[in-house]
Structures are given as structure tokens and as C-alpha cells.
């Protein structure tokens, strides 16, 4: 029993050492074996296994009758169980999507409001909406605008700031 829950143990330092050495493992093995165990190697996967096969195997041994070659068979199960589960887990938070990422050139034509009222070629504020989300920037205008005025996107120079003209009426 002792050997299972050591093992548990094990593979959840296992685990916090993969919050420190992100791929450490699949970087030690990268063209070994030619993308065979893409992604069943990386830290977290290990640690998965390792911490099922050692807890699942402790509960099995405390709760059947089954000895020790048969909670090791049930530990390995829950073991695979647990390694599959995370490197899908694992898959899906590292996806990374960067068309989905609104950018700042995405803000130009949209409308917005002054805050903060803009001087003459000087800063003031400004909200917009993107994504439906409220984003308050950096304004630039070279006519002076009020607060409260309604504005027009014309450029986004750099991400928290944008140029900006009055909306006629």
C-alpha cells in the first residue's frame, strides 16, 4: 500500500515540477522517436498516470481483495484513464487560435464616445465597443472634442490608442 500511495505522491510533485519545466520532457525526446508519443510524454501526462496508477492502485488494495498484481492492473487502467484525459485536457487549453484575437486595426470605422475631452492634437479618452465588449482608449483628434461627443475610429496606431474625427451632424 505504502509503494501505491508513494507513487500517487510521486507523480503530484510530478505534476507541480510540469508548472516549472514546461516541456522539458518532449524537448529531451524531440526526434527520437519521430513524433510517436507526441504529447504522451509532456509532464502533465506523466504526472497524470503516474498519480492514478499509484492512488487507484492504494484504493483498489484497501478495498478488494485482489493483491498486488491486480491493484497494479487496476492503477495502470485508471493510470491510462488519467493520462488520455489530461493530454485531451492539455490539447484543448494550449490551442491557440490568433484569428479569433481582435486586434486594434479591427476598431477602425467603429463609433464611440469621449470620457475624457481631447485637446487640439492632444490625448484624451475614449470608449468603443468591440467584440461587445466596452474598451476605453488613448484618443487622439486634431480638432479639440468634448466630453460626451460621439467619434469615429480612423486608425489605431498602437493597441490602447486610436486617432479619432467628430461625428458630424
Known sequence: MNWFLGLGIAGLVVLALSLIFDGLLEGLLDGVLDGLLDGWLSLPVVAGFVSMLGFGGAVALATT???????????????????????????????????????????????????????????????????????KLAAKCSVPVDRGAEVWVESSPTPTSVVVRPVER
Open 65 to 135: 481483495d485482489v493483491g498486488a498484481a491486480g491493484a497494479t492492473a487496476i492503477g495502470v487502467l485508471a493510470g491510462l484513464g488519467a493520462a488520455w484525459l489530461t493530454l485531451r485536457f492539455t490539447r484543448v487549453l494550449m490551442r491557440d487560435d490568433p484569428a479569433a484575437t481582435p486586434r486594434g486595426g479591427d476598431l477602425v470605422g467603429s463609433p464611440g464616445s469621449v470620457v475624457t475631452a481631447i485637446p487640439a492634437d492632444g490625448y484624451g479618452e475614449v470608449l468603443v465597443h468591440l467584440a461587445g465588449q466596452p474598451l
